[in-house]
């Protein structure tokens, strides 16, 4: 059951906003106080899922009671009202770590879904805060693991970048931790105090991007009803991590770019610059160099973003580290699972260690969790294991170089007698030629992935093919297991 409470010196909006809470009939705990002061003992007696305070009080204002509240309780959602709304108290208060901020007279629509929002996301803050006492220090920089030599490279560059405020370009396939090692950095930097603020940018539609990052002014496009600050604006003081920075749109990046020399902004539909002190650290599985190149991505920006690279290796690339990893899966999730695993069969782990991981990390994880469900004792076995790993798929001859070797592997694995069997002409010719073109497609297709280190992209654009095109195919020729 929430429990929330209501600051304002003024009684009749303590009763309209008491009356609307209940009107939601979710059972809700409410509360009172008549000034900031009263407030700031009750919060520091009690436990609040929600406190909504006015901002200009007796005693102590709403701006001054927010502080000390957040000093008390980090994470405490408090949205605060006011009868003389400015665009620079609104950017105060949400720098200060208000929820939300509306002025009176308020719309009571508006205000309910507001409140529903927040007490949502304090239900989400206590499910976070009880998995964080469960798994404590899984984003701590000692967490990440790795004892393999490409691992020891990564540890030495976060090192470098803990102190200093540079801005940081971490490269990798998908799964290979981007994310983590972004928090990592956070949370042990001079920043750590100060809000970590994650964008995906492949998440959001492109039309909306612009106004997710650097926020818009009330009336500037359709359904804009009122100012919205930007996720640049909440990072301020602290860190922007972007998320698949290649693929953003050569406009936003013209933008970014702004951002990063000027150190300011513009919300969409204003002309007032917005100061921003932050750091930025950005991410993505795609090969930036050869986008600037190909004229894909501006070359400007990328210098910019580029100041210290960190590259996270594929896991097929640090095979030293997955027995480590596989003990890590199985502690963290014993407890979750309600299992008491203590060990993985030699047989298993072989297969583990052949397997190629084209998930990286983030499919190792997910297997473990499958396979520590599926076994029946306290070893993890290979009967255990998921098909795709179970199968045998033996690694292939060395292959002969230049023309003749390719001929001969793709020559190998087609039954010739039958493709010129004269005897039966029951099977039409499309069949035997489609065969043989099958085959050259696999091969082509595998070739051009150990040319790009398995990245699919790449892949596509070196076969003239679009990624969900090479998708398809390796499908259909059953090549995931075989990615290199």
């Known amino acids: 059951m929430s429990r929330i409470l209501i600051v304002d010196d003024e009684e009749n909006i303590r009763f309209t906003l008491r009356a609307l809470l209940r009107r ?3 059972g809700y705990v409410i509360e009172e106080a008549a000034d900031g002061e009263r407030a700031l003992e009750m919060v520091r007696k009690n436990a609040y899922d929600l406190v909504i305070m006015d901002v200009r009080m007796p005693r102590m204002d709403g701006m001054s009671a927010l ?6 309780q980090a994470d405490l959602i408090v949205v605060l009202v006011t009868a003389h709304g400015t665009q620079k108290l609104a950017i105060e208060a949400i720098q200060a ?7 009176k007279p308020f719309d009571l629509t508006e205000v309910r879904i507001v409140f529903r929002r927040a007490i949502e996301k304090a239900r989400l803050l206590r499910q976070i805060d009880l998995m964080r006492k469960q798994d404590s220090g899984r984003y701590s920089f000692d967490q990440i693991i790795g004892q393999s030599n490409a691992m020891q490279e990564v540890f030495r560059l976060v090192e470098r970048v803990l102190d200093n405020d540079v801005t940081v370009l971490i490269t990798g396939e998908s799964g290979t931790g981007k994310e983590l090692v972004a928090t990592a950095i956070h949370n042990n ?3 750590k105090a100060k809000p970590l ?3 995906n940018t492949v998440a959001i539609p492109e039309a909306l ?3 997710e990052l650097f926020g818009h002014e009330r009336g500037s496009f359709t359904g804009a009803v009122s100012q919205k600050l930007g996720k640049v604006e909440i990072a301020n003081t602290g860190t922007l991590f972007l998320d698949e920075i290649g693929d953003m749109s050569f406009p936003l990046q013209a933008k970014l770019l702004r951002m990063l020399q000027e150190r300011e902004i513009e919300r969409v539909g204003g002309n007032k610059p917005v100061k921003v002190d932050l750091r930025i650290i950005a991410a993505t599985n795609r090969d930036l160099v050869k986008m600037v190149e190909k004229g894909e991505f501006r070359e400007d920006l990328y210098y910019r973003l580029n ?3 960190i590259h996270l290796p594929p896991l097929r690339k640090r095979r030293d580290d997955i027995p480590l ?3 890590c899966f199985i502690t963290q999730y014993n407890p979750k699972l309600k299992r008491n695993i203590t060990s993985v069969s030699e047989g298993a782990l072989e297969k583990f260690l052949n397997y190629q991981w084209p998930g990286n990390i983030r499919e190792l994880e997910n297997t473990m969790q499958r396979t520590m469900l599926m076994s029946k004792g306290s070893t993890i076995t290979v009967e255990d294991l998921p098909p795709t790993m179970r199968a045998d798929h033996p690694i292939a001859k060395p292959m002969e170089s230049g023309f003749e070797g390719a001929v001969g592997e793709v020559l190998d694995q087609i039954d010739l007698r039958s493709l010129f069997d004269t005897e039966d002409f029951t099977r039409p010719l499309s069949d035997r030629l489609s065969l043989i073109s099958d085959h050259i497609e696999k091969y082509l297709i595998r070739e051009a992935l150990k040319k790009t280190d398995g990245h699919r992209q790449e892949t596509a654009d070196l076969l003239g093919i679009s990624r969900k095109s090479l998708h398809n195919k390796m499908v259909r020729y059953g090549m995931f297991t075989e990615e290199k």
């Open 24 to 26: 939601e009939g979710q």
């Open 67 to 72: 502080r000390a509240m957040r000093e008390h």
């Open 97 to 103: 770590g208000a929820y939300d901020y509306f002025t």
């Open 189 to 191: 930097s001079l920043r």
């Open 197 to 199: 603020v994650k964008v």
């Open 209 to 211: 991007l612009e106004s």
């Open 307 to 309: 100041v210290l690279p």
């Open 325 to 327: 990893l596989i003990d």
